[in-house]
């Protein structure tokens, strides 16, 4: 119901993720790749990736989503896709009503026409999915001294 208000590109991020956003570098990646939407994946080559090496993506050589599997049921899938959308508003239906997964409704369509571009990045990222992972990531926002994104990217 926001497409109107939206920029012409714009980053969508889950709200239980956090990585420490590498803007420049997606924003190189996206325009190198010329996709409606690349989205960050996590490289997850040591298993710290929310489900331990369950990876939900699939990445060609040439950094696209070949394919997306939220069920991590795929053994060919390289890699976590956390959620860091950088997308391009012209690509996206306009007309689209209701209560719509991004995920399932979305990017497949992307994936199918070759849009779906990747991030790839051996940063790690923090989950927060139980109380347990939300004290992990208080703890390592206490000892990495995590900050907000700045006010400019908030159009202040």
Request: aromatic share 16%; charged share 20%.
């Amino acid at each position: 119901n926001v497409y109107d208000q939206l920029d012409d590109h714009f980053l969508l991020m889950y709200g239980d993720n956090y990585w420490p956003i590498e803007l420049k570098k997606m924003w190189s990646n996206y325009q190198k790749l010329n996709a409606g939407i690349t989205t960050t994946v996590f490289s997850n080559q040591e298993g710290t990736g929310e489900y331990g090496f369950g990876n939900n993506v699939v990445v060609s050589d040439n950094n696209y989503v070949i394919q997306y599997d939220k069920k991590r049921e795929t053994d060919a899938a390289n890699g976590v896709d956390i959620g860091y959308f950088l997308i391009a508003k012209e690509f996206l239906d306009s007309k689209i009503l209701g209560n719509v997964s991004f995920e399932v409704d979305i990017l497949p369509q992307f994936i199918a026409n070759n849009q779906l571009g990747a991030y790839v990045t051996d940063t790690q990222y923090f989950y927060i999915t139980n109380m347990q992972t939300l004290k992990d990531f208080e703890a390592a926002a206490k000892t990495n001294t995590f900050l907000p994104l700045p006010q400019k990217y908030f159009g202040g």
